[in-house]
């Protein structure tokens, strides 16, 4: 009895014929499709994009798939969204990098101050360089938990709670039932 050994190129498998492995290998591990567009068709598309077209459009119109589009794009030093200014300038946003580096406010608390989306604080806080693993300890005012291990005092004065002084804390400012009487 023969036992030949006929093993897939791609997965290893073991099948009985050489046969029976090519016809494994086509349905089981097709060769890959590799298109390639003519230059003109390329440089077409990128003219497109310089003029300021996104990539959808230029898909649509060339029939290119995106994500090539956005390779050549990339390949050719042109950014995602040319010539669009930021909404916000660095200048605009040097309170919002007081209140996040220096006063410790989480992203949340910023977006409420602000009156905007905590996703808008966080890309905000991306352009600005500030990574908040980085910093040592979050105030009272964050809403997240102080990691353990981690102490962190403010450089900030902060306001006594009305009752703990001392001098505060024997004195009843209610007037006792004998005042009331007098």
């Not at 003109?40 to 119109?61: D, M, Q, Y």
């Amino acid at each position: 009895m023969n036992r030949e050994r006929f093993p897939c190129s791609s997965c290893r498998r073991i099948l009985r014929s050489e046969k029976g492995r090519r016809l494994h290998e086509k349905r089981k591990h097709p060769p890959k499709r590799v298109r390639v567009h003519a230059p003109e068709v390329k440089t077409e598309a990128l003219r497109c994009l310089r003029a300021g077209a996104n990539l959808t459009e230029v898909s649509k119109g060339t029939g290119i798939p995106g994500p090539t589009l956005a390779r050549w794009r990339q390949a050719a030093g042109m950014q995602g969204h040319p010539g669009r200014p930021p909404d916000i300038t660095l200048e605009q946003l040097e309170p919002v990098r007081a209140m996040i580096q220096h006063l410790g406010l989480s992203d949340g608390l910023v977006a409420m101050v602000c009156g905007v989306p905590e996703a808008t604080v966080q890309g905000w806080r991306r352009r600005l360089g500030l990574d908040r693993s980085l910093w040592p300890a979050r105030t009272g005012l964050s809403n997240r938990p102080i990691k353990r291990g981690q102490q962190w005092v403010p450089d900030l004065p902060v306001a006594p709670v009305p009752g703990t002084l001392p001098e505060q804390q024997g004195s009843n400012t209610e007037p006792t039932k004998e005042e009331h009487a007098s």
